[in-house]
């Protein structure tokens, strides 16, 4: 078993930044996809941004060129770096990971508010 943690939400201006953090209780160690999601009031949770353990990313378009995901050294945390916030950004981020191929873990974070807000 793994637990995920998130940190670094908020409120924010538009047009600031926040950095999201999804600590590991250990290690991520093999094959992996770390997914951050976000639901906002009365819509669709959406996949925000996604990691593979082989290093390929992938983004919605609604975010694509401000948001960037990565990883530490350790592999033990993801990041989320939200720059030039948008009012439509405001939602509950969640770390989602997927570990195993075929899948045999699948966690989730327990969510964390962002609001951007003037």
């Known amino acids: 078993q793994v637990q995920f943690v998130e940190s670094g939400g908020g409120l924010v201006q538009p047009g600031g930044s926040l950095r999201l953090s999804c600590v590991a209780s250990?290690?991520?160690?093999?094959?992996?996809?770390m997914g951050w999601y976000r639901q906002a009031p009365g819509k669709q949770r959406e996949l925000v941004a996604s990691?593979?353990?082989?290093?390929?990313?992938n983004y919605a378009d609604s975010v694509k060129g401000r948001f960037t995901i990565s990883r530490d050294s350790a592999e033990s945390t993801v990041y989320l770096q939200m720059n030039s916030l948008k009012p439509d950004d405001t939602a509950v981020y969640s770390c989602n990971a997927r570990l195993g191929v075929p899948l045999e873990y699948e966690y989730w974070g327990q969510g964390i508010q962002v609001t951007v807000s003037s």
């Open positions: 990691l593979t353990s082989a290093g390929y990313t």
């Open positions: 250990r290690r991520l160690l093999g094959i992996y996809t």
